[in-house]
C-alpha cells in the first residue's frame, strides 16, 4: 500500500513542470513536494563541496583561471590513483566552466534521503567535453550546454530515478547546498 502511494503521489508531482528558478525556488523551503531532499554521507565529500564554492565563488578577474586536477582532487580527499575518470584541470572564465575527459565517466556517492535512514547510490555521468554556462551571484547557477554532451543524474533505486533522476539542465551552488534540475524534478543536496 505504501509503494502505490507513494507510486500516485509521484505520478502526480511528475505532472508539475519545473522551471529552471522554481526549481531552485521549491528547493529552497525546508519542504516542498517539488523537490527531493538529500544529504551527503561522507565528510570529505561536505569538504570538497565547500571547498570548490570557495574557490570558485569569486568570478575571474582576468579572462580565466584554472582548477588544477590536483587541487580539485584534495578538495575531495582523492589521489591520483583514486581517478578513474581521468579528467583534465577545470577552467573557469566569467561566463563558462569547461572540463573535459577522455570519455564519458560517472562518479559514485552514497546518499541518504533527507530525515531518513535510507540510503541510495547516486550517479552522475559527466560527458567527455564538460560545458556550463556560469552567472555568479549568491547561489551560482550553471547551465550545461548540451550540445557539448549530457550530464545525467541516476538514482540507485528505480521509484527515485523515475521521479527525480535523468539529464541534468541546471544546478546551483551555494555555501551548504547543491539544487540540482533534471528533465524529472529538482534535487537538494544538502552538503552541510
Known amino acids: 500500500m505504501k509503494r502505490f502511494l507513494f507510486g500516485i503521489t509521484s505520478l502526480m508531482l511528475s505532472v508539475h513542470e ?6 531552485l525556488a521549491d528547493c529552497s523551503q525546508p519542504t516542498s513536494s517539488y523537490c527531493l ?8 565529500v561536505s569538504a570538497g563541496f565547500s571547498q570548490l564554492y570557495e574557490f ?5 578577474v582576468n579572462a580565466s583561471r584554472t582548477l588544477q586536477k590536483a587541487q580539485l582532487q584534495s578538495f575531495f580527499g582523492m589521489q591520483d590513483i583514486d581517478d578513474m575518470c581521468k579528467r583534465s584541470e577545470t577552467t573557469l572564465s566569467k561566463t563558462e566552466v569547461t572540463n573535459d575527459g577522455p570519455s564519458y565517466c ?16 547516486g550517479f552522475i555521468g559527466i560527458p567527455p567535453h564538460l560545458r556550463l554556462k556560469v552567472e555568479f551571484a549568491p547561489v551560482m547557477h550553471f547551465a550545461i550546454d548540451a550540445s557539448a554532451g549530457t550530464a545525467m543524474l541516476y538514482l540507485g533505486d528505480t521509484l527515485l530515478q523515475s521521479d527525480w533522476g535523468g539529464h541534468i539542465s ?10 540540482i534540475k533534471t ?6 543536496y544538502q552538503f552541510k
Open 37 to 44: 531532499y538529500l544529504k551527503g554521507t561522507l565528510s570529505n
Open 106 to 121: 560517472l562518479f559514485t556517492a552514497t546518499l541518504s534521503k533527507w530525515a531518513s535512514t535510507q540510503t541510495v547510490k
Open 56 to 60: 570558485i565563488r569569486t568570478p575571474p
Open 170 to 179: 541546471d544546478i546551483w551552488l551555494s555555501v551548504d547546498l547543491v539544487v
Open 18 to 23: 519545473a522551471g529552471a528558478q522554481s526549481c
Open 183 to 188: 528533465e524529472n524534478g529538482c534535487i537538494r
